[in-house]
C-alpha cells in the first residue's frame, strides 16, 4: 500500500474485508466481575481536584492546570478548557497517545463542552520516579500482577477523569464522553464499557486488542516490548486477558465512533479490528489508509474525521 522499510508488512496481508471479520478471543469466566470490581473501587476515590493558572493559553477557551488524586496514591496532572463564550452543556475527557501530551488539543470540533486533558499515571505531567515513562518499559510495569497493571491504573484515572468533571459540571452529568487515541483508544475502551457515566466514545487506531493475536504479529514500539517479554519470560497472557480492549468492547452500550486504519506498524490493524467488529452497540467506523505514518492524503482525511466528530459529540 506504502513505500516503507519496516521489516514486516504493516498490513499484515489483510483487506478491509478480511479485518472486518475478525473475531475476539475467548474471554476468562471473571472479566466482568474483575472490571465492575475495579470501578467500584475508582468511584470510592474522592479526586479533590485543583485548578491552577496555566501557561498555555488560547483565545476561545480558559485554559488552567489541573491535579487530582487517583487510586494508588498517584496524582493526575493535566490541563481543563472551558469555553470563554457560551454554557458548558457537555465535558469530555481526552485520553492521548504512548508519546504522552505536553500541551491540550485545542482543534477538536466538540461545541459547548468542557475538555479535560489528563496525562495518564507515570506519563508526561504524572510522571512519578517508581514508574518509566519510556514506552516499552511503561507498558511492561507490573506486567505479571493482574490487579496491578499499569494499564489498569490508567483506566482508574480516566474514571476519576470523570468524576472530576462531574463535580466541576454538575450541568454535565449525564452528558460526559471520551475520546483517546492509540494507547489512549485502548484505555477508553476498557473504560468505556463498565462505566455508564461515560455516554459517548471515539477510539482513534485503538491499541491492546485481541492481545493473543498482537503477541504474535510484528510490531514496533510497546507492542513487540510485550511480546519479546513475553517470549523471553512467558506467562504474560494470565495478566493480558484481563486488558483487552477487544474483550470489553463487546460489553459497552453506548455509541462509539473507531477510526481504523488499513496500515499501521505500531498497532497492527488486526487489533484495531478486532475492538471495532466486538461492539455489539451503536457504533460508527471511519476507515483510515494508515496509522502511526504519514501518508498522501492524510490531511484531508484528519479534516473529514474532525467533521465526523463534530456530529457525533453533537449528540452527547
Known amino acids: 500500500m506504502f513505500s516503507h522499510r519496516y521489516p514486516f508488512d504493516p498490513?499484515?496481508?489483510?483487506?478491509?474485508?478480511?479485518?472486518?471479520?475478525?473475531?475476539p478471543p475467548r474471554e476468562p469466566v471473571?472479566?466482568?466481575?474483575?472490571?465492575?470490581?475495579?470501578?467500584a473501587r475508582a468511584l470510592q476515590v474522592d479526586p479533590t481536584p485543583v485548578l491552577l493558572e496555566s501557561r498555555q493559553a488560547h483565545p476561545k477557551f480558559d485554559v488552567?492546570?489541573?491535579?487530582?488524586?487517583?487510586?494508588?496514591?498517584?496524582?493526575?496532572?493535566?490541563?481543563?478548557?472551558?469555553?470563554?463564550?457560551g454554557e458548558v452543556k457537555r465535558a469530555v475527557v481526552v485520553g492521548h497517545g504512548y508519546g504522552g501530551r505536553d500541551r491540550p488539543d485545542y482543534h477538536l470540533p466538540i461545541e459547548e463542552a468542557a475538555l479535560l486533558f489528563p496525562c495518564f499515571r507515570g506519563l508526561s505531567r504524572s510522571r512519578r520516579a517508581d514508574v518509566s515513562d519510556n514506552p516499552v518499559f511503561h507498558v511492561l510495569h507490573d506486567i505479571d500482577k493482574a490487579d496491578r497493571y499499569i494499564l489498569g491504573g490508567c483506566v482508574d484515572d480516566l474514571w476519576i477523569g470523570v468524576t472530576v468533571l462531574q463535580q466541576l459540571f454538575p450541568a454535565t452529568i449525564g452528558h460526559i464522553g471520551y475520546l483517546g487515541i492509540s494507547f489512549g483508544g485502548g484505555i477508553g475502551a476498557m473504560a468505556l464499557s463498565w462505566d455508564e457515566r461515560i455516554r459517548r466514545g471515539h477510539l482513534n487506531i485503538p491499541s491492546f486488542g485481541h492481545q493473543s493475536l498482537r503477541l504474535n504479529l510484528p510490531t514496533v514500539g510497546s507492542g513487540d516490548a510485550v511480546t519479546q517479554f513475553d517470549r523471553k519470560y512467558g506467562h504474560v497472557m494470565e495478566t493480558l486477558q484481563y486488558y483487552d480492549a477487544a474483550l470489553a468492547a463487546r460489553h459497552c452500550k453506548v455509541p462509539v465512533h473507531v477510526a481504523a486504519a488499513l496500515f499501521d506498524p505500531v498497532v497492527a490493524p488486526p487489533g484495531q479490528f478486532a475492538v471495532y467488529n466486538a461492539l455489539a452497540c451503536p457504533k460508527e467506523l471511519f476507515v483510515l489508509f494508515a496509522g502511526h505514518f504519514d501518508y498522501p492524503g492524510q490531511p484531508e482525511q484528519e479534516t473529514r474525521l474532525l467533521v465526523n466528530l463534530q456530529r457525533f459529540f453533537n449528540f452527547l
Open 11 to 23: 498490513t499484515y496481508g489483510k483487506t478491509l474485508e478480511a479485518l472486518l471479520r475478525i473475531l
Open 30 to 39: 471473571d472479566f466482568s466481575s474483575f472490571w465492575q470490581s475495579r470501578l
Open 64 to 85: 488552567k492546570d489541573i491535579e487530582y488524586r487517583s487510586t494508588d496514591g498517584f496524582r493526575i496532572g493535566g490541563w481543563l478548557l472551558k469555553p470563554k463564550l
